[in-house]
């Protein structure tokens, strides 16, 4: 029980997050007794209320919901690279690996496979549509490998499970 200016809040509940450090409450509510008589009702009307903190509830369903990593990023380098690009997107997505593709100039493409945490960037060009052999970087060792479609699968399969 806790003593206001002139009334009594009873908790009744409150709901705490164990990830939220100190202040880990993200909900809880109660019951307050004298709360309209302190705001000038001559009529006694105990009352109740709640509350929730929206921000720490945002954090704590982000916590509960982390995105897996991104396992491969594909940079394809021009339209026809592009239309490539998509169905080997669908053909790894298909084996079970997160892929994101975004057309862009390769150094925003490298910039944005970083941003997005992603383990290997995949490029796709006119040259290596030609030779069938991909350049494939682990973007966490900096290693870069020329690869065919199956030993890109064999790599990321080998990489990500």
């Keep these: ?30 019951r307050y007794d004298g709360l309209a008589e302190s705001l000038g009702s001559k009529v006694h009307s105990p009352g109740i209320g709640f509350s929730i ?29 592009l239309r490539h690009a998509c169905v080997m997107a669908r053909d790894y997505r298909r084996a079970g690996f997160s892929v994101e593709l975004v057309e862009a100039k390769l150094k925003r493409a490298m910039e944005l496979a970083n941003k997005l945490g992603a383990r ?32 890109i699968s064999a790599q990321l399969a080998a990489a990500l499970n």
């Design 1 to 30: 029980m806790v003593r206001g200016l002139d009334y009594y809040m009873r908790t009744t509940f409150e709901v705490v997050h164990g990830a939220l450090g100190a202040q880990n409450s993200v909900l809880g509510g109660g």
């Design 53 to 81: 903190g929206e921000d720490r509830l945002v954090m704590s369903v982000e916590e509960a919901h982390k995105p897996a990593p991104l396992g491969l990023f594909i940079a394809p380098l021009g339209e026809a690279a």
């Design 120 to 151: 290997f960037t995949l490029i796709v060009g006119e040259n290596e549509m030609t030779a069938g052999r991909y350049a494939l970087k682990d973007m966490s060792t900096g290693e870069q490998w020329e690869l065919t479609k199956d030993e």
